[in-house]
């Protein structure tokens, strides 16, 4: 099945820059770009394709890798309310979500698959080809159509290969379905865990505490990242760590009531590209997450942008302003039973042919937009998910 969405590229706006050095180098592009979606709830990018994730419990807006935007709601994840903890995970050939009272489901090629049904799920994450679910009381392993119950349980985890680290406030690992903690390490930092992630092309994983970094291997913390060994540490309340495409750390450091100010590199022994309010468009004191993707590039969400350092490696779609963003139609309602309306059809639509397809791409009706809130007859659909394109604009609409 071909991917659907809206044919049009990004709108943005340059933020040109005061401070020496990196004048002209951000771009900013508002959320009304993605139909106002705000990641309040997950900013992630999916490092098999690049795609950029802004997920909250009410909506979810996909920016693919060639710029083209998919926006998704109750139409595609069913009824959605706030507190859903909707959240999504990828594995090196699907996409899966959760939906926390109903459980985990696929959503490869942008068709959801109910995979588990399950009450009460806290989270989910990847390793590879499997997904590890996270309930009360244990946690699930998730493997080609099966489930298994690991008899081990934490309040979080993550995973890499054979490593398995578990945080029940302390780093801890599984060892015959107990949780052993790292905490008579002589390196542990004990203070509150903000983050946790494995460089991308080694096992060896970094958690971010208030006090500092630790970084460990095979369940040994092997030292710290403080700033009594680095220079120009920002802070050592660290809360959030990436790593870019070459393994080079990368931190959002916050102040002491763990309010975002800033983030910087780790080259060597020396913190480097600091970007605070001074030098950057981020709204640090409205800072939603830190992403890179594997070229790289930075992405940064913050309350009412997108914002992307402009590199070399940066997508194509960036930068061009040429682009006008066409305005989607409406449909409604949606679901519909019998008929449907369609709203808000651009001008240059009039008087052309627009189709209906099916989700495996298959024409089902032609037919000619004559006028404005015009009525759609589906009454012989069958029920399912069907696809109405206007020109180059795309929308769904679910028939009952």
């Known amino acids: 099945m071909g991917k659907i969405g809206l044919t049009y590229f990004l709108f943005a706006m340059l933020q040109i820059l005061?401070?020496?050095g990196f004048g002209q180098t951000w771009q900013s592009l508002p959320y009304s770009n993605f139909y106002n979606t705000k990641p309040w709830g997950q900013f992630v990018i999916n490092q098999y394709t690049n795609d950029i994730w802004l997920v909250n419990d009410n909506k979810v807006a996909l920016i693919e890798n060639s710029g083209l935007i998919q926006p998704f709601g109750s139409v595609d994840f069913?009824?959605?309310?706030?507190?859903?903890?909707?959240r999504f995970i990828f594995t090196s050939d699907s996409v899966f979500y959760m939906k926390r009272t109903f459980g985990l489901f696929n959503f490869t090629d942008y068709v959801s698959t109910p995979s588990i049904v399950e009450s009460e799920i806290l989270d989910i994450t990847p390793n590879a080809d499997t997904v590890f679910i996270i309930k009360s009381g244990s946690i699930l392993k998730y493997f080609d159509g099966n489930a298994i119950d690991t008899y081990f349980n934490a309040s979080d985890i993550i995973s890499k290969n054979e490593f398995?680290?578990?945080?029940?406030?302390v780093i801890g690992h599984n060892v015959n379905y107990s949780n052993v903690m790292l905490l008579n390490d002589p390196h542990y930092l004990l203070a509150p865990i903000h983050d946790k992630k494995f460089q991308r092309h080694t096992d060896s994983i970094f958690a971010a505490t208030k006090k500092g970094l630790m970084r460990a291997y095979n369940y040994d913390i092997l030292d710290t990242i403080t700033p009594n060994n680095t220079i120009n540490m920002p802070s050592p309340n660290v809360l959030e760590i990436e790593f870019d495409h070459k393994d080079s750390l990368w931190a959002v450091f916050g102040d002491v009531n763990d309010t975002p100010f800033a983030l910087a590199k780790l080259e060597g022994n020396t913190w480097t590209n600091r970007f605070d309010n001074s030098n950057s468009p981020i709204d640090f004191s409205n800072f939603y997450g830190l992403e890179i993707d594997t070229l790289g590039n930075l992405w940064v969400a913050d309350l009412n942008y997108l914002h992307t350092f402009l590199t070399?490696?940066?997508?194509?779609?960036?930068?061009?302003?040429d682009h006008e963003k066409t305005n989607p139609f409406n449909l409604f309602p949606n679901p519909a039973?019998?008929?449907?309306?369609?709203s808000g059809i651009p001008a240059s639509i009039l008087g052309k042919k627009s189709i209906i397809k099916d989700l495996s791409g298959k024409i089902v009706m032609e037919f000619q937009v004559i006028e404005n809130n015009q009525k759609i007859d589906v009454s012989p659909f069958k029920r399912g998910v069907y696809f109405v394109e206007l020109g180059t604009s795309i929308q769904k609409i679910s028939v009952e």
């Open 312 to 321: 070399p490696n940066s997508p194509t779609w960036l930068g061009l302003s």
């Open 78 to 86: 069913g009824e959605l309310w706030t507190g859903d903890h909707l």
């Open 337 to 342: 039973s019998s008929t449907f309306t369609i």
């Open 18 to 20: 005061g401070s020496i």
């Open 164 to 169: 398995l680290y578990s945080d029940n406030g």
